[in-house]
Each structure stands twice: as structure tokens, then as C-alpha cells.
């Protein structure tokens, strides 16, 4: 039963992984920015008045729903891996506020996604038919939720996941081969959820879409190689870990992995 929970929750991650890495991209720039999303977006900012977003948006009803739930999709189907991958790295107690900054990250970032589908599907609705002043009010109306919802997401959620990606990511780099891949893929996750967080922390009305999207990518490339492993290793790592493996005093280095690497050699 063990070795099935850790290799199906490594086929949802490897799944994850590349939904966001290889699906949320082709959506974006395939179906959305020839509809002139892009164009949208820059005026937004420009103009600082979200008028054109939302006109966008009126506009392309299905796209403006059908987007968010891309995002979230993967999200919301990892809110249980932060807890199977504590299981298997650490042999204590130690590393559940790492779990749980994982565990509400995801929560965090797929809410606040689903927040503002809704935010944006009401200001669409009404821009429909108002007038000219009006819809200059709903643009500037939408533009204050939009960055206090990106301060939720691109702070709360990523310094959460930043602290998740770390716990997790340190102790693989400690051990060699494949694990060390993983958890310097993982760090450097780690390193760009923190950055979009200080760079809205430090502009909030200057929207940091680049480097937000380049963490997610990666988040995303760290998912595949941490699905791989657990299906590879789950065999080995759904064993009970015995006590001359923890040691006398547990250390938060995964035991586990290593014996996981040694019997699938």
C-alpha cells in the first residue's frame, strides 16, 4: 500500500511537472496571446488602469475562465506531496514547517488564481455595458484587486513555497548522484519564488510576470525529476525504515534515498 501511495503521488508530480512546464505555456502563448492577451496586459500596465485587461476579458469569456483552471489544475493535485515527501526524507519530526509552508503555498497560489478568475469574470460582466467613465472606474476598481492579490500570491505564496522548496531540496543536495539534481533544481526554485516575492515586495504595482513565470517553470522541471524518483525508488522507499538506518540520532538526511539509490542500482 506504501509503495503505491509513493509512486502514484510521483506520477501526479511528474504530471504536475509537466502540465506547468509544457501545457500552461502552449495555452498562454497559443491561445491567448494570438486573441491579443499580450497587447492587453501591456496596456494594463502602461496605462496604469487595467481597462484593457478587462475589456479583454469581456471579450473572451471562455479563455478568461478556461486560463485560471489550467493553473490550478496541478496545483490543487499536489497539496498532498509536501506530506509524502517529508515522510521519505525525514525519519523525525523534524521538517513540518516546511510541509506545511508547502501544503498552504499550493493553497495559497490556487486560490488566490481562483479569486481572481472570479474578480475578473464580474468586472468583465459589468464593463460590458457601461460607458466610458464607468468602464475607467471598473478598470481602476480591478487594478486595486489585482495587485492586492498579487501581494497575497507573489508574497505569502512564494515565500511559502520558498520555504517548502528549501526544506525539501537541502537535504538531497547532501547526497550525490540523481538526489543532488534534484535538490539543486530545487534551491534554485527556491531562489526565484524568493526574488518575485522582494521585487513585488519592493514594487507591487510593477508586475514581475517574467521571473514569476520562469519559478513556476522550473517549479515545474523540479516536479518531473522528484516524479521520477519516486516512481523509480518507491519499491525500495516504501520498505519500513529500519533503526541502524536512522541511527542512534536521527538525522534529516534521507536514509531512505540512500538505501532507495543502493537497491536500484
Not at 526524507?89 to 481572481?116: E, H, K, N, P
Not at 522550473?218 to 520498505?239: E, K, N
Request: net charge neutral; aromatic share 8%.
Amino acid at each position: 500500500m506504501r509503495t503505491f501511495q509513493i509512486r502514484s503521488r510521483g506520477q501526479i508530480a511528474l504530471f504536475a511537472g509537466i502540465w506547468l512546464l509544457a501545457f500552461v505555456p502552449f495555452f498562454l502563448f497559443g491561445a491567448l496571446y494570438p486573441t491579443g492577451y499580450g497587447h492587453a496586459i501591456a496596456a494594463a500596465a502602461a496605462q496604469a488602469n487595467y481597462a484593457p485587461l478587462v475589456a479583454w476579458a469581456s471579450q473572451h469569456p471562455g479563455l478568461t475562465i478556461a486560463f485560471p483552471i489550467i493553473e490550478m489544475l496541478p496545483l490543487v493535485a499536489l497539496v498532498r506531496l509536501p506530506e509524502m515527501l517529508h515522510s521519505v526524507i525525514y525519519a523525525d519530526q523534524r521538517g513540518r514547517i516546511g510541509q506545511w509552508c508547502g501544503v498552504a503555498g499550493l493553497v495559497v497560489l490556487a486560490l488566490v488564481t481562483l479569486v481572481s478568475m472570479i474578480q475578473l469574470v464580474a468586472a468583465a460582466h459589468q464593463f460590458a455595458g457601461a460607458s466610458a467613465d464607468g468602464q475607467s472606474a471598473i478598470g481602476a476598481n480591478f487594478r486595486v484587486v489585482a495587485i492586492t492579490e498579487s501581494l497575497v500570491a507573489d508574497i505569502l505564496g512564494s515565500i511559502l513555497m520558498t520555504i517548502w522548496l528549501v526544506s525539501v531540496s537541502v537535504p538531497l543536495v547532501r547526497l550525490g548522484g540523481y538526489e543532488r539534481v534534484i535538490g539543486g533544481v530545487g534551491v534554485l526554485s527556491a531562489a526565484l519564488f524568493a526574488a518575485t516575492a522582494g521585487l513585488v515586495a519592493f514594487n507591487p504595482q510593477q508586475p514581475q510576470g517574467a521571473i514569476a513565470g520562469t519559478a513556476l517553470a522550473l517549479f515545474g522541471v523540479w516536479l518531473i525529476l522528484t516524479g521520477v524518483l519516486l516512481i523509480r525508488r518507491a519499491p525500495a522507499l516504501g520498505q519500513p525504515i529500519s533503526e541502524e538506518e536512522a541511527g542512534p540520532t536521527p538525522d534529516p538526511s534521507p536514509a531512505k534515498l540512500e538505501r532507495g539509490e543502493h537497491m536500484a542500482g
